[in-house]
């Protein structure tokens, strides 16, 4: 199937698990091609969401359109364009990497054996693992395994493809390598990035949403989110002990140890009091910001300009 330039739409989306956790509620989004952030942290709802669009699991009510392909209703027709890279995933150990990708290829519909020959070998190189296609798949590393699934999950020439927390325990280089295999994949496709880390969405992410108890707190353009809080966000060093009576008096956002004392961020349109100084905003700043109720929620596709404060 030709790529076509399709976006994602998700209205209203809810989920409660039968052990009562409500695991998404009311979740709104608008998503165009290319690399969108989902941010949150553990347990707010992303897996949940990541799930329900990959067709493993129905909403309790809400609708989700990838195009004019409804998610829930059309799941066959979804799952011919997805490509879904799980948290976690097994793999046949003993299996080389060319062996195990000509056998997805094979149950993703490719059966004509030259197309897939051409196709598997354009994925292994496009994913940095064509010197390694001979190798068994149990002695690859975090970072290859993770490569290897998105050569896996890019067969079929997906519309929407779904990545969920993929940097995680990789190793610095590992994860640079495979930020830079994401970044070139969002031409045309919808890529959902979902992710707790700040710095995968900063660096990859042209939009991006911030989730948390399965709610969607802000939706925006990084640069844009992190501009609206310019003159905003104020840094001190501090001892450890003042930290309690500079929350009871200030909105603090962060709190972290650098050389032994704690460097506070508070958000306030003024200058908060002697000893602090502006901080230039960035990402980080504007999640925490979101965490703790200075972004109120937005409806989505907001404007900077109209992000209420």
């Known amino acids: 199937m030709e790529n076509q330039h399709v976006g994602l739409t998700i209205r209203k989306v809810s989920k409660r698990y039968a052990n009562g956790v409500q695991a998404l509620h009311n979740v709104s989004l608008d998503i165009a091609p290319g690399m969108f952030g989902l941010l949150g942290p553990n347990g707010a709802g992303k897996s949940t969401l ?56 094979v149950l993703k519909g490719i059966t004509n054996r030259a197309v897939r020959k051409e196709t598997t070998a354009a994925l292994l190189r496009q994913t940095n693992l064509w010197d390694k296609r001979k190798q068994k798949l149990g002695s690859f590393s975090g970072g290859m395994k993770q490569r290897f699934g998105v050569a896996v999950a890019l067969l079929g020439n997906p519309r929407l493809l779904i990545v969920d927390e993929p940097t995680a325990g990789l190793d610095p280089a590992e994860r640079v390598r495979f930020l830079n295999l994401l970044s070139e994949l969002g031409e045309n496709s919808v890529v959902i990035l979902s992710t707790h880390i700040v710095e995968d969405v900063a660096e990859l992410c042209t939009n991006m949403a911030i989730i948390n108890q399965g709610q969607i707190l802000l939706e925006a353009q990084p640069l844009e989110a992190v501009a609206s809080l310019q003159g905003r966000i104020w840094r001190k060093l501090t001892d450890k002990r003042a930290l309690p009576a500079l929350e009871q008096e200030h909105r603090v956002i962060s709190a972290k140890l650098l050389s032994g004392r704690t460097l506070v961020h508070v958000y306030s349109p003024d200058r908060p009091g002697i000893g602090f100084e502006p901080a230039e905003p960035n990402l980080q700043d504007v999640y925490f910001s979101a965490m703790t109720g200075c972004f109120s929620p937005v409806s989505p596709q907001p404007k900077a300009e109209g992000v209420a404060l």
Not at 58 to 72: A, R, S, T
């Open 50 to 105: 990541m799930r329900t669009l990959a067709t493993l699991q129905e909403p309790d009510e809400g609708q989700l359109l990838l195009g004019d392909l409804d998610v829930v209703n059309q799941k066959e027709a979804v799952r011919q364009t997805l490509g879904y890279l799980p948290q976690e995933f097994g793999v046949y150990p003993k299996a080389s990497a060319e062996e195990l990708l000509d056998y997805f290829a």
